[in-house]
């Protein structure tokens, strides 16, 4: 698969145009001050007594409210919590100028049709792959994050160039762009997060946790086993990849990774993987995610609170003190 680069990639289309990202939060905040260092025209649409207002001004951002944000504005990127983006664009569309582009970090909205665009827009995906903090400080140190791009709607056909100019903006073409689609992207960042990264790895580090904690095992040594050397195999992973992990450790760890892993991850487990990925592809999870926020978030709530409570976070506390 091609990586389009920074040098691939013609800025001009965005020059002199104004960009207006609404939402200051993890992704907002990051890709605002690189396309504001980037020299992009920018102005940051928050909703009435936004708590970021303050942030936003302080980073020496212009700040609007989500209307007049828009209004005017040659390219909108739609940066709030995927859940509330359908009413937020049914809010922001009257004021959106012919012919506008309409920018996502994230296909859900669009690939679940939450949001239906008005067909004189360009719709573009610039999906940045890790968080918005990483987003930022690799840009500030001169570097780039890998993102997905992809067309929704080429209204005007310029389309791709704008999504690419965007991306070159934020410093991902640093790294490298590469071409996806909306449900491509939505559909596997999803199970991703449902199955993989964020929700499988967690819950096995816990686990193992309470089992050495269980067999008598002392906390602190438990996490540091369990937990602690997570970063030390995720570095190994990204530099290596995972034959040259496995290669990278000892001969001791090598074997008991080779007896054990495929017994915890059998096909049991896989099984339960498919069934992640089932939800997502039928539009359970996004169904699940817009109910959980019209109750108001009641499931991450009480996650949260239990999360904070687990004997690996005391462990974890302990070993910071
Ligand atoms: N988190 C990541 O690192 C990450 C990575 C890749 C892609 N993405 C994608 O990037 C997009 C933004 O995600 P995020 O994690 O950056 O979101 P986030 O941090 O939860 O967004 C918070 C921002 O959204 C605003 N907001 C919340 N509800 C709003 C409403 N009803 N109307 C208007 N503004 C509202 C908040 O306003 P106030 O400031 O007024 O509270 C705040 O500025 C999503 O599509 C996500 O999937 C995120």
């Known amino acids: 698969m091609d990586l389009i680069r920074e040098h691939d990639i013609d800025p001009s289309p965005l020059a002199g145009k104004r960009v207006a990202v609404l939402g200051f939060g993890n992704q907002g905040r990051a890709q605002s001050l690189n396309l504001n260092d980037s020299g992009i025209d920018l102005v940051v649409g928050l909703r009435d007594n936004s708590p970021s207002e303050n942030a936003a001004r302080g980073s020496g951002l212009e700040v609007a409210s989500l209307e007049d944000a828009v209004t005017g504005a040659d390219v909108v ?115 991703n997060e449902g199955a993989v990264v964020w929700g499988a790895v967690p819950e096995i580090l816990v686990a193992g946790f309470d089992i050495l904690v269980e067999a008598g095992v002392a906390s602190e040594i438990a996490y540091m086993e369990c937990v602690g050397e997570l970063k030390l195999i995720a570095e190994l992973i990204e530099t290596r990849g995972i034959a040259g992990m496995r290669e990278a450790i000892s001969n001791t760890a090598e074997l008991g990774a080779v007896l054990g892993g495929p017994r915890v991850v059998d096909d049991h487990v896989r099984k339960r993987m498919r069934e992640v990925l089932d939800e997502v592809r039928s539009g359970r999870f996004a169904k699940a995610l817009r109910d959980e926020a019209a109750r108001d978030y009641p499931l991450l709530r009480s996650a949260r609170m239990r999360a904070r409570a687990l004997a690996v976070e005391q462990a974890r506390l302990s070993l910071e003190s």
């Open 77 to 191: 990127m739609m940066l709030a919590p995927d859940e509330i983006l359908g009413s937020l664009y049914r809010k922001i569309e009257p004021h959106l100028r012919e012919g506008a582009a309409l920018g996502f970090s994230h296909g859900l909205a669009i690939h679940f049709k939450q949001i239906q665009p008005r067909p004189d827009l360009d719709v573009y995906l610039v999906a940045p792959k890790g968080p918005g903090t990483a987003l930022r400080s690799l840009y500030s140190e001169g570097k780039g994050m890998l993102a997905l791009w992809a067309i929704d709607q080429d209204a005007t056909g310029n389309a791709k160039d704008i999504a690419l100019a965007y991306g070159r903006a934020i410093g991902c073409a640093r790294a490298g762009l590469m071409q996806s689609s909306f449900g491509e992207e939505c559909e596997a960042d999803l199970f």
